[in-house]
C-alpha cells in the first residue's frame, strides 16, 4: 500500500507546468497557443487530474494524440480513496438516520428533538470538513506524490511536468509544487467557442 510521503526534490531540475481548465472568464489579447508550447518544450510526464470531467480529459487526450503523446490519470489511490471515504459514508448514514427520526417528531421543540438536532448539525459540520480536506488538500498531495515517485525512477537531472488540473487544485498543487522545490509556470486554458484552438494565458509563475 502506498504511503503519501512527500520530501522535496534537492538534486535535480523540475519545472511543472500547470495548466487550469477554466470554465467562464476573456480570452488575454496575449494569449499562448497550446501547440507552442509543446514546441518550445518536451514534456517528460503529461498528467490529468483522475477526477477532471470525463469530456475534458476526452478532449485532451484526443489532441495530445495528434503529437504522440499519453496522458496518465493521477489521484488517490483506490485503496486509500475507499479507507478515506469509508468513515464519510458511515456518517452519512448516521446524519440520516437521525434526520429520519428527527422529521417524524411532532415536537420539535423537545429536549430530545433538540439534542437529535444538535447532533445532525455536528455531523453535517465535520462531513463537510472531512470532504473539503479529502478534495482540496489530500487529493494534491497524492497527485504531487505521483511526479515525485517519477522524479525519483528518472535518471534525468532536468525534468519537465505537464498537469492538466481543476480551478479547484491548482492553488494547492501550486504551493506543493513550490514547497518540493520544483518551477511553477501556470496556465489557464480556454477553449473559444468560435476557434477549435486552445489558447492559454499566464496565470501565475515562479
Known amino acids: ?15 511543472l507546468f500547470l495548466l487550469v481548465k477554466e470554465k467562464t472568464g476573456i480570452f488575454n ?9 509543446f514546441r518550445e518544450n ?10 477532471t470531467e470525463n469530456k475534458f480529459n476526452m478532449k485532451i487526450t484526443k489532441y495530445l ?32 438516520e437521525l434526520a429520519d427520526v428527527y422529521e417524524i417528531l411532532e415536537d420539535k421543540k ?7 438536532k444538535v447532533w445532525i448539525d455536528l455531523l ?18 497524492w497527485i504531487m506524490k505521483k511526479f515525485l515517485d517519477f522524479i ?17 487544485l491548482f492553488d494547492e498543487l501550486k504551493n506543493l509544487g513550490k ?3 520544483m518551477t511553477v509556470y501556470a496556465f489557464e486554458i480556454m477553449e473559444p467557442e468560435i476557434s477549435k484552438k486552445w489558447v492559454l494565458y499566464p496565470k501565475c509563475m515562479k
Not at 490519470?73 to 458511515?90: C, F, M, Q, S, T
Request: proline share 3%; charged share 40%; with cysteine.
Open 1 to 15: 500500500m502506498d504511503v503519501l510521503d512527500l520530501e522535496p526534490i534537492n538534486e535535480k531540475k523540475v519545472f
Open 29 to 37: 489579447t496575449e494569449a499562448i497557443n497550446l501547440l507552442d508550447l
Open 42 to 51: 518536451k514534456f517528460d510526464l503529461i498528467t490529468s487530474d483522475l477526477d
Open 65 to 96: 494524440d495528434n503529437f504522440e503523446m499519453h496522458v496518465f490519470k493521477v489521484g488517490i489511490p483506490e485503496n486509500a480513496n475507499g479507507y478515506l471515504k469509508e468513515e464519510l459514508d458511515r456518517k452519512k448514514c448516521l446524519m440520516k
Open 110 to 116: 423537545s429536549f430530545k428533538a433538540q439534542n437529535i
Open 124 to 141: 453535517k459540520d465535520d462531513i463537510e470538513k472531512e470532504e473539503y480536506e479529502l478534495d482540496f488538500k489530500i487529493r494534491p498531495q
Open 152 to 168: 525519483r525512477k528518472t535518471d534525468q537531472a532536468v525534468i519537465k511536468l505537464l498537469h492538466f488540473t481543476s480551478e479547484g
Open 179 to 181: 514547497e518540493m522545490n
